[in-house]
Nanobody
Framework: QVQLVESGGGLVQAGGSLKLSCTAS????????MSWFRQAPGKEREFVAG????????FYADSVKGRWTISRPSVLGTVYLQMNSLSPEDTAVYYC????????????????WGQGTQVTVSS
């Protein structure tokens, strides 16, 4: 069974940091582009960050650019989302997703999704 498992969410004060992890099991994701999405209560799911299959290109939503960093130290391993300068507007469930293409980004079809991890930022 193919799974993407997110971890690292939690409760943090505004201005703080969290690091999310996305680990795959059941298959490898060599060459797959990986992305993070989020969904806040009452809102649609939105793209926040993506990384290409090779790890050489990254993509960010304007709302997180300059604050957050997506990385994949090894194409075989975990994908991370380092979130700095968090604000209450970042409160959401964060999802990891993978697509069988080298390119990541919004408005693209993703083949696999994780169950999500809750991030709550208090003011």
């Amino acid at each position: 069974q193919v799974q993407l498992v997110e971890s690292g969410g939690g409760l943090v004060q505004a201005g703080g940091s969290l690091k999310l992890s996305c680990t795959a099991s059941g298959r490898t994701f060599i060459g797959y582009a990986m992305s993070w999405f989020r969904q806040a209560p009452g809102k649609e799911r939105e793209f926040v960050a993506g990384i290409s299959g090779s790890g050489s290109r990254t993509f960010y939503a304007d709302s997180v650019k300059g604050r957050w960093t997506i990385s994949r130290p090894s194409v075989l391993g975990t994908v991370y989302l380092q979130m700095n300068s968090l604000s209450p507007e970042d409160t959401a469930v964060y999802y990891c997703a993978a697509r069988s293409s080298t390119t990541a980004g919004p408005d693209l079809l993703y083949d696999y999704w994780g169950q999500g991890t809750q991030v709550t930022v208090s003011s």
